[in-house]
């Protein structure tokens, strides 16, 4: 959620710190700070809440300048958006520290610490480790030795970047269960919790790994693992370039990522499909054996991605044959799930950082369920190191709050998945070769859904008054349904809840007057006869629906019914392409409303604390 990016170099490092926070405001923030060691070796610091840009002209009004310095962005967890409670924070002028994460045991640190004379400007729990880094600085500790001791007494997750007065010129970092990448230039080094930040600067990285410290200076980086021996962790260079993240001709990056979804997608299938077959090695080293074993998968995620292992669920049992179950992440650990041999755990996240999906997968891992996969955006990421096999979305950077192309081309992802995990159970031939076919075809069908943009935008004006939405599907689109609503509520606040339809009966028929819209997706599958007994249902009660109809759909539009036709689209890859006109509707409706379409309020694009 919060990002951090320090910088120790032999020129003004600010103008570094603010472009990394502002690379990292998708991640969403409430405020934001900058803290360097200037020409006076003291600690400079400038913070407020609201946007990087307002933190920016301050440290312009202040004329900040320094060769070392940490930033941070806040999304409040422990105290309110303010500026007192703003990162970095400084002890008694000699030391500042910025995090990522919670320190679960703060309390009992700041009673100590209190005893000891520490006073507290904060109600966060980050300052307790400031405080606890200059009580061991004050024995006579470096600063490398200060972090180390203090990082021993912390419970919980963090990502830490330090600096001190004492010892100029050096940069310390530390992590455990929050990202954090070192960055490393000509003669400068660099720390940021997203690869993203430091792109301008470096296409070099180092990733850091649960309980690395490090120790940075302009030309020399150390890193000491847990157990305080120095390591070596492997160089690798990202292929991320500096305009990758540019909104271009678009207005917001949520839109710019929808129309990305075609070549996101192209680019997920390529050199992983050969012929008419998806290739297993694209799975990973080991793949082949590791799926050979395979008797059902067990999917763990979150938010959207959770929608994504729902889709897959039903492709699973209905084109594979392999049992299957979808859990969302965060109640996974924590209710004593029932070990099944020889399943593979899929693990989805767009970040690969997703705390409650890092964890759920170790506790998987803990007791035994079987290989792992992970389906993510991230190469580098924490996920992506923690499963023994991998596929890469290749969707690129996503930088709206709101994922579009992540969710898409995770579901091609999994399809990939089910194709080659469905032949060792039953899948002929000619079904994977009519899957693999309808793959290839993605983009163009795609491009066909965005065509409709012009007059979704349209349709959005019918949502200008309203307060509430209840989104209908049946089989793979009723998850479709849900991430409809789920996108329409996080962009626009307008409350929205999606159903199966059959269940329009057990509930929330109830709800259904002409100020209710009902959004409804209509593939042609063998469910379609029970969906329009549904529709006919909403109209009875004078609901205003909408529909978005595969073209072999015997449905008509009437005063009652706005429809919309996507294609002609098989039913396999059908809630692909389904999501994109729910995608556009959201978003044309987020912009009449004026919201904050790429960062809404009280959320964050990676969520990496519980």
Same mark, same amino acid.
Request: proline letters at 4%; glycine letters at 8%.
């Given at each position: 959620?919060?990002?951090?990016?320090?910088?120790?170099?032999?020129?003004?490092?600010?103008?570094?710190?603010?472009?990394?926070?502002?690379?990292?405001?998708?991640?969403?923030?409430?405020? +934001?700070?900058?803290?360097?060691?200037?020409?006076?070796?003291?600690?400079?610091?400038?913070?407020?809440?609201?946007?990087?840009?307002?933190?920016?002209?301050?440290?312009?009004?202040?004329?900040?300048?320094?060769?070392?310095?940490?930033?941070?962005? %806040? /999304?409040?967890?422990?105290?309110? &958006?303010?500026?007192?409670?703003?990162?970095?924070?400084?002890?008694?002028?000699?030391?500042?520290?910025?995090?990522?994460?919670?320190?679960?045991?703060?309390?009992?640190?700041?009673?100590?610490?209190?005893?000891?004379?520490?006073?507290?400007?904060?109600?966060?729990?980050?300052?307790?480790?400031?405080?606890?880094?200059?009580?061991?600085?004050?024995?006579?500790?470096?600063?490398?030795?200060?972090? =180390?001791?203090?990082?021993?007494?912390?419970?919980?997750?963090?990502?830490?970047?330090?600096?001190?007065?004492?010892? &100029?010129?050096?940069?310390?970092?530390?992590?455990?269960?929050?990202?954090?990448?070192?960055?490393?230039?000509?003669?400068?080094?660099?720390?940021?919790?997203?690869?993203?930040?430091?792109?301008?600067?470096?296409?070099?990285?180092?990733?850091?790994?649960?309980?690395?410290?490090?120790?940075?200076?302009?030309? %020399?980086?150390?890193?000491?693992?847990?157990?305080?021996?120095?390591?070596?962790?492997?160089?690798?260079?990202?292929?991320?370039?500096?305009?990758?993240?540019?909104?271009?001709?678009?207005?917001?990056?949520?839109?710019?990522?929808?129309?990305?979804?075609?070549?996101?997608?192209?680019?997920?299938?390529?050199?992983?499909?050969?012929?008419?077959?998806?290739?297993?090695?694209?799975?990973?080293?080991?793949?082949?054996?590791?799926?050979?074993?395979?008797?059902?998968?067990?999917?763990?995620?979150?938010?959207?991605?959770?929608?994504?292992?729902?889709?897959?669920?039903? /492709?699973?049992?209905?084109?594979?044959?392999?049992?299957?179950?979808?859990?969302?992440?965060?109640?996974?650990?924590?209710?004593?799930?029932?070990?099944?041999?020889?399943?593979?755990?899929?693990?989805? +996240?767009? +970040?690969?950082?997703?705390?409650?999906?890092?964890?759920?997968?170790?506790?998987?891992?803990?007791?035994?369920?079987?290989? #792992?996969?992970?389906?993510?955006?991230?190469?580098?990421?924490?996920?992506?190191?923690?499963?023994?096999?991998?596929?890469?979305?290749?969707?690129?950077?996503?930088?709206?709050?709101? #994922?579009?192309?992540?969710?898409?081309?995770?579901?091609?992802?999994?399809?990939?998945?089910?194709?080659?995990?469905?032949?060792?159970?039953?899948? +002929?031939?000619?079904?994977?070769?009519?899957?693999?076919?309808?793959?290839?075809?993605?983009?163009?069908?795609?491009?066909?859904?965005?065509?409709?943009?012009?007059?979704?935008?349209?349709?959005?004006?019918?949502?200008?008054?309203?307060?509430?939405?209840?989104?209908?599907?049946?089989?793979?689109?009723?998850?479709?349904?849900?991430?409809?609503?789920?996108?329409?509520?996080?962009?626009?606040?307008?409350?929205?809840?999606?159903?199966?339809?059959?269940?329009?009966?057990?509930?929330?028929?109830?709800?259904?007057?002409?100020?209710?819209?009902?959004?409804?997706?209509?593939?042609?599958?063998?469910?379609?006869?029970?969906?329009?007994?549904?529709?006919?249902?909403?109209?009875?009660?004078?609901?205003?629906?909408?529909?978005?109809?595969?073209?072999?759909?015997?449905?008509?539009?009437?005063?009652?019914?706005?429809?919309?036709?996507?294609?002609?689209?098989?039913? &396999?890859?059908?809630?692909?392409?389904?999501?994109?006109?729910?995608?556009?509707?959201?978003?044309?409706?987020?912009?009449?409303?004026?919201?904050?379409?790429? =960062? &809404?309020?009280?959320?964050?694009?990676?969520?990496?604390?519980?």
């Amino acid at each position: 959620m919060c990002g951090i990016v320090g910088a120790v170099a032999e020129r003004d490092v600010v103008p570094i710190l603010i472009e990394g926070l502002k690379r990292l405001e998708y991640r969403g923030y409430d405020s +934001s700070g900058v803290v360097v060691l200037d020409s006076h070796n003291s600690l400079h610091r400038v913070r407020a809440p609201g946007k990087v840009r307002e933190m920016e002209a301050m440290a312009k009004a202040e004329e900040l300048r320094g060769r070392s310095g940490i930033a941070h962005t %806040r /999304w409040a967890t422990h105290g309110k &958006p303010t500026q007192a409670n703003a990162h970095p924070h400084i002890c008694r002028k000699i030391v500042a520290v910025v995090h990522n994460g919670i320190i679960e045991n703060h309390e009992s640190l700041r009673a100590a610490q209190r005893k000891a004379g520490y006073e507290f400007t904060s109600e966060t729990d980050t300052e307790v480790v400031v405080h606890q880094i200059h009580y061991h600085l004050e024995s006579g500790k470096s600063l490398l030795k200060a972090m =180390q001791a203090t990082v021993g007494e912390l419970h919980g997750a963090y990502a830490l970047g330090v600096v001190s007065k004492t010892e &100029p010129g050096v940069l310390v970092a530390a992590r455990r269960g929050s990202p954090l990448v070192i960055g490393v230039g000509i003669g400068e080094h660099f720390i940021a919790s997203d690869v993203a930040a430091l792109i301008p600067v470096t296409q070099r990285f180092i990733f850091l790994e649960d309980g690395d410290v490090a120790e940075l200076t302009k030309d %020399r980086l150390t890193i000491f693992n847990a157990a305080g021996d120095v390591v070596e962790r492997p160089l690798k260079v990202s292929e991320l370039t500096a305009d990758a993240a540019e909104r271009g001709q678009y207005r917001h990056y949520m839109q710019k990522e929808i129309f990305e979804q075609p070549r996101a997608i192209a680019e997920t299938l390529e050199g992983r499909i050969s012929g008419q077959t998806v290739l297993e090695a694209a799975f990973g080293l080991g793949a082949a054996e590791i799926f050979s074993k395979v008797q059902g998968i067990h999917i763990i995620a979150c938010g959207t991605s959770f929608h994504a292992g729902m889709v897959a669920r039903y /492709w699973f049992e209905s084109l594979a044959g392999i049992p299957c179950s979808v859990e969302v992440a965060s109640e996974f650990r924590y209710r004593q799930p029932v070990v099944r041999r020889n399943s593979l755990v899929v693990a989805i +996240s767009q +970040s690969g950082e997703t705390a409650d999906t890092l964890a759920a997968l170790q506790e998987a891992k803990h007791r035994g369920f079987g290989a #792992s996969l992970a389906i993510c955006n991230v190469p580098e990421s924490s996920i992506v190191r923690e499963t023994d096999l991998a596929l890469m979305t290749r969707a690129g950077p996503e930088i709206g709050v709101a #994922s579009t192309k992540a969710f898409t081309t995770q579901l091609v992802a999994l399809l990939m998945l089910v194709i080659v995990l469905g032949r060792r159970h039953g899948l +002929s031939a000619q079904v994977e070769i009519d899957l693999v076919a309808q793959l290839k075809s993605l983009p163009g069908r795609i491009e066909q859904a965005l065509a409709l943009d012009a007059q979704i935008e349209k349709l959005a004006e019918r949502f200008a008054d309203k307060h509430h939405a209840l989104f209908l599907g049946r089989g793979t689109q009723y998850p479709v349904a849900m991430e409809g609503a789920l996108k329409l509520k996080e962009i626009s606040y307008i409350h929205a809840e999606a159903y199966p339809a059959g269940e329009l009966k057990h509930g929330p028929l109830a709800l259904v007057d002409a100020d209710m819209p009902v959004i409804a997706v209509a593939p042609h599958n063998d469910l379609l006869e029970k969906l329009k007994s549904n529709l006919h249902e909403v109209k009875a009660r004078g609901g205003e629906l909408i529909v978005f109809a595969d073209d072999s759909v015997d449905v008509e539009a009437d005063p009652q019914i706005e429809l919309f036709r996507i294609g002609s689209v098989p039913d &396999p890859i059908a809630p692909i392409v389904f999501t994109i006109p729910l995608q556009l509707l959201a978003y044309h409706v987020a912009v009449l409303k004026g919201t904050d379409v790429d =960062q &809404p309020r009280n959320l964050a694009k990676s969520v990496t604390v519980e």
